[in-house]
């Protein structure tokens, strides 16, 4: 006699935690109104989805719906949250969309999941276009440069001279996150023992969380990092030198959290 052996089959369905991961999606700057999204896939924004990408789309600053901006025109001087979308019934192709909103955009008719995977920023002058910019990373954290010279948007800070720690905003260069901004700082050292220091808006310390000083009475640049946080939805840092001194503060880039 054979003996046979009786399979248990669970009735309640096992279902494992989704990651929030970002997998390629990145953007590059193709021309001054359009930006590239490659092929890739993420979790959608609420960890439910994959949003997968099988080929690249353009993004048009010039055109609204899905491969454009969500509602509205584009503006100058502005930070775009980069979103890619998608329909979970499959029947729309998945795309990309820019938006104002940091936090969700306003989705086409037929789209129903999203997630956020870059930003871009618009300049200050005529015509309207896009920063020129590289993107460096596959994954959750990506880093940004500007390709963009001296600029009237990433110039934040001018003949800077408080002795005292003073706010400098960051916005629209840096977009409505709290992050690691990289810094150009030109420095004046007036005296040997003077320096330059730095905390994240909001910090109470008395001293700088980032501190550059050559010892010597001299002009300097040097490329420091420092963390900035938001005022209310602005990002921002603040900034002391000694007295005499004076400072020169340029955006150069900053990373990004997915």
């Known amino acids: 006699m054979v003996a046979i052996t009786t399979a248990t089959i669970p009735t309640t369905p096992i279902v494992n935690a989704g990651l929030l991961y970002v997998n390629d999606l990145t953007l590059s700057y193709t021309t001054t109104t359009t930006i590239t999204l490659s092929q890739g896939a993420a979790r959608d924004s609420t960890d439910t989805n994959d949003i997968i990408l099988s080929a690249p789309v353009v993004i048009d600053i010039e055109k609204s719906g899905p491969g454009g901006i969500d509602v509205g025109i584009t503006d100058y001087s502005t930070d775009y949250a980069v ?21 969700k955009p306003m989705l086409p008719g037929g789209y129903d999941m999203y997630r956020r995977i870059g930003w871009i920023v618009t300049g200050a002058s005529l015509p309207l276009h896009i920063l020129k910019f590289y993107q460096y990373g596959t994954d959750e954290t990506r880093v940004y440069y500007y390709d963009i010279g001296i600029d009237t948007l990433n110039f934040v800070l001018i003949g800077g001279v408080a002795t005292t720690f003073t706010e400098v905003t960051l916005e629209p260069i840096v977009p409505q996150i709290e992050t690691k901004v990289i810094f150009r700082a030109e420095y004046t050292q007036a005296n040997t023992i003077n320096s330059a220091e730095f905390l994240p808006f909001g910090a109470t310390s008395t ?10 009475v001299s002009t300097q640049w040097q490329t420091i990092e420092i963390p900035c946080k938001l005022d209310d939805t602005t990002p921002a840092i603040k900034y002391k030198v000694g007295t005499s001194d004076s400072l020169n503060l340029y955006v150069a880039g900053y990373r990004d959290y997915l």
Do not use: E
Not at 207 to 216: D, Q, T, V, W
């Open 83 to 103: 979103y890619a979308i998608a329909d979970s019934t499959g029947y729309n192709q998945p795309s990309g969309i820019i938006s104002l909103s940091a936090t």
């Open 207 to 216: 001293i700088g969380m980032i501190r550059i000083s050559a010892g010597a």
